[in-house]
């Protein structure tokens, strides 16, 4: 078994980890997670869709796509008051990180690119975290948005490569893998993740984590979305994903990146809140709060709130130092790990 953070992870193994038995699955991730991460740390973050609607890509998961008769209407785009009004309010009940989404196939220059730049600084002035999905983005639109101040820019490689295609037609994986590049170029952290339950098998999800773990650098932050089946979009009659496989999905990213944010996406508001305890065991470290995503439900903030207090986690707020915890430089068999005084363990 390789070092979790030096040595590269062959599919193989990635597959044996994948079927290994559930709980040791997740007993392994879970001291992965505390060698090197607080386990009772959960960053909370918000999403706002500053552009709703009318993209002219094809993602058969997606109700903002053109092409599907959904819910959703499309809309002007925000303007940069609302946004910080918003970003303010998310700050106040306790997210960190703000997270704005444009239904976009690409960033393009110009107006609406500027009023981006003015909510970055806006939203980083407030002291959180800045993160953009934007779509595409080239290597110089990267670089103003570093400029502007942008923590994190989300871009999901969604499957794997092989399953991408019954997916997505109208950009290519190739695609997906040039903006992460610019992204990385440019200084920003990457942010990306991907979906279950699109009708994928075990073997495209191992890649997907697979391809992931190789990124270089390794996203900072990997979401995990559970596709919210949508009326009007091809994949509107699959079934939910089973909370067992996400569970089993998010200990293995705990694994195979060991020091970035599991983020608990899209779908949680349909997992309970026991299987939601088995992802926090397995490493995930970060949810979405609010009572929206982009377009769908999410569980409201107080809700959150009481769980995360049930099972003894905390959120740190916007700006707020790390607490002294009490550190164990202790190797823990089995899980990898070579250098246990270069990664703490929490206690
Ligand atoms: N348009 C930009 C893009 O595609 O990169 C940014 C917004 S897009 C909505 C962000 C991500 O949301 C997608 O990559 C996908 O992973 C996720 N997503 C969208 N619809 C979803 C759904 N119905 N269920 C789960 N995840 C979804
Ligand atoms: C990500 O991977 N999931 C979030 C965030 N990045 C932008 C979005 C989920 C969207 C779910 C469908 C919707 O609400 O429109
Ligand atoms: Fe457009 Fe993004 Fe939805 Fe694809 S996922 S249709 S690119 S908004």
Known sequence: MPDTMTAAWTLDEVTALYHAPLL??????????????????????????IKTGGCPEDCAYCPQSSRYDTFVDPEKMMKVD????????????????FCMGAAWREATDGRAFERVLDMVRGVRDLGMEACCTLGMLSADQARRLAEAGLTAYN??????????DNIITTRTYQDRLNTIQNVANAGISVCCGGILGMGEADADRIKLLHTLAHLDPQPESVPI????????????????????????????????????????????LEISPEAQALAFLAGANSIFTGEKLLTTANPEADVDHVLLNRLGLYSRAAGQAAPT???????????????????????
């Not at 490689?157 to 991408?164: F, I």
């Not at 994949?235 to 970035?260: E, G, K, N, Q, Y």
């Open 24 to 49: 040791d699955l997740v007993f392994r991730a879970a001291q992965v997670h505390r060698q090197n991460n607080d386990p009772r740390e959960v960053q909370l973050c918000t999403l706002a869709s």
């Open 225 to 268: 979305n559970a596709l919210v089946p949508v009326d009007g979009t091809p994949l509107s009659d699959l079934p939910r994903v089973d909370p067992f496989d996400w569970v089993r999905a998010i200990a293995v990213t705990r694994i195979l990146l060991p020091r970035a944010k599991v983020r608990l996406s899209a779908g949680r």
């Open 155 to 164: 871009h999901n490689l969604d499957t794997s490569e092989e399953y991408y």
């Open 82 to 97: 609302e946004v910080l009004a918003d970003a303010r309010a998310a700050r106040d009940a306790g997210s960190t990180r």
């Open 325 to 347: 915890h009490h550190v164990h430089a202790t190797a823990c068999a089995g899980t990898g790990k070579a250098d246990a005084d270069a990664s703490p363990s929490f206690a």
